[in-house]
DNA sequence: CGCGCTGTTGAAACTTGTCAAAGTTTGTGG
DNA sequence: CCACAAACTTTGACAAGTTTCAACAGCGCG
């Protein structure tokens, strides 16, 4: 597969970010923090990076030094097993977090892809630690974030475990759908980013039963699907899909 | 179900533990520290409690305020979805942290019972954050026991996103057996601490199938079972199972 | 404008789940 | 310490769900 030439990677001050000012401080890592403690988060982000749709922001086994904001944009990742199998295990969409799994043996265990043109904020991690060493709020803050990804985790190992295909894809959009929400998007009306088999990878479906679920909403009245462009038609029966006792 | 009666919790200092006298320590939190480091979270862990098998150490939206370490025994973590699902998270062995996935909420979302009787080290995580921000070391290594069990919950995700059933079992009791061995245990003979349907739970299949596998395993001469007493015969064929080429 | 990637759909094969019955172990109370 | 009940495990037959293989359609990029 070619790969698309990288974008410069402006490391200049007409990309440096202000927490204090960015409108995702809300959804992202400044998250309830004080107009204090943001604006020592401000000396922290310094660096913004833009990737263009295919790009990598790294790869597995990658040094880890930094963990990642997405900014704009939208991004995978995913994870190859000993045998050759690759899995993807999240998609992250504007003021989410990239990164954090790094932490433990200080390499990346992912690759991190961007699925549309995008910016990060490049957080070095080191640094954050210094930080939130004197910012007993921004400490907890960052314990809040990682625990919150050690939930998201358990609750797709949940979703992976005792869910069926249908149960699997309603919930997803559901997840998606309230994802959007938070950003001030429809919750109701969105482009995917990502192809069937990306669907079906994280979802531990193949790719036609993604395909066919899909049409399968679709032919209810559930959603309009048309290839990537997406619409949510009846979010309380999705949710009463994936809620289906067992 | 009945629940066995709680055993007096003991909070005397016969209880009292030591980090830096613990035969755990190379394997539990305490991992890597200097010897200075271990003298401070000695001031930090002042309590054990022990448990009777079935006993509850937490249950999910209980209040968070500490992690705990596995001193002795055997624990399970679970949780419950919306629609009553019930499912198996981890499975805790001497060394391991349980908690974490408290501490964005400030509330347990899982139950954690023992499946032994056994002993556990409380450690209170603001008294854990407050040495954390004044030895760097320690600060580090909490962040690293963190991001491994978003690693080691990852690998959970892939494990049901992409293993057929004999897959899943194969590479469960290949985990068990490792940490065993860590632990200065028989690489290849021990007890199930869990039920079938635990185990079941925690690899998604139900537990006529993880039963059905074992018996497979068994007649192949992969293991011998004799109910929960596990005796791998096999350990490179067990991998070149996982291993498996999809 | 056409090639390649992506998505859809069908039929058959396979894996796992469901239901049922019987055997085994464990724990409790007499 | 034994007997009984409850919980757990094993096994079989069948059903349901998902994957596999294959063919084809559609869209988008060069």
């Given at each position: 597969m070619p790969e698309p030439e990288p974008v410069a990677n402006f490391d200049t001050d007409a990309f440096k970010s202000a927490c204090s000012k960015c409108n995702l401080r809300e959804l992202c890592?400044?998250?309830?923090?004080s107009h204090a403690e943001l604006e020592q988060l401000d000396t922290l982000i310094r660096v913004r990076r833009q990737y263009r749709?295919?790009?990598?922001a790294y790869r597995a086994g990658d040094p880890f030094d930094s963990l990642f904001a997405v900014r704009t944009g939208f991004f995978k990742t995913s994870m190859l097993t000993e045998d050759g199998r690759d899995q993807v295990t999240g998609f992250l969409m504007t003021g989410e977090l990239m990164g954090?799994?790094?932490?433990?043996?200080?390499?990346?265990?992912c690759d991190a892809v961007a699925l549309e043109d995008s910016e990060l904020c490049v957080i070095p991690f080191a640094k954050l630690e210094e930080l939130s060493r004197e910012a007993p709020s921004l400490q907890r803050h960052l314990h809040k974030v990682m625990s919150r990804e050690i939930v998201s985790d358990q609750s797709v190992m949940m979703l992976l475990g005792s869910m069926r295909a249908e149960e699997r894809l309603a919930a997803f959009l559901l997840n998606l759908s309230q994802r959007m929400t938070a950003r001030g998007?429809?919750?109701s009306e969105f482009y995917l980013r990502m192809t069937r088999e990306a669907i079906g990878s994280y979802l531990g479906l193949k790719l036609e039963t993604v395909s066919r679920v899909f049409s399968r909403f679709h032919s209810e009245g559930l959603v309009a699907v048309q290839q990537k462009h997406i619409q949510i038609l009846d979010i309380p029966r999705l949710r009463s899909i994936v809620g289906q006792q067992c």
């Amino acid at each position: 597969m070619p790969e698309p030439e990288p974008v410069a990677n402006f490391d200049t001050d007409a990309f440096k970010s202000a927490c204090s000012k960015c409108n995702l401080r809300e959804l992202c890592l400044p998250g309830g923090l004080s107009h204090a403690e943001l604006e020592q988060l401000d000396t922290l982000i310094r660096v913004r990076r833009q990737y263009r749709k295919g790009e990598y922001a790294y790869r597995a086994g990658d040094p880890f030094d930094s963990l990642f904001a997405v900014r704009t944009g939208f991004f995978k990742t995913s994870m190859l097993t000993e045998d050759g199998r690759d899995q993807v295990t999240g998609f992250l969409m504007t003021g989410e977090l990239m990164g954090l799994d790094g932490i433990s043996t200080e390499r990346h265990p992912c690759d991190a892809v961007a699925l549309e043109d995008s910016e990060l904020c490049v957080i070095p991690f080191a640094k954050l630690e210094e930080l939130s060493r004197e910012a007993p709020s921004l400490q907890r803050h960052l314990h809040k974030v990682m625990s919150r990804e050690i939930v998201s985790d358990q609750s797709v190992m949940m979703l992976l475990g005792s869910m069926r295909a249908e149960e699997r894809l309603a919930a997803f959009l559901l997840n998606l759908s309230q994802r959007m929400t938070a950003r001030g998007y429809s919750p109701s009306e969105f482009y995917l980013r990502m192809t069937r088999e990306a669907i079906g990878s994280y979802l531990g479906l193949k790719l036609e039963t993604v395909s066919r679920v899909f049409s399968r909403f679709h032919s209810e009245g559930l959603v309009a699907v048309q290839q990537k462009h997406i619409q949510i038609l009846d979010i309380p029966r999705l949710r009463s899909i994936v809620g289906q006792q067992c």
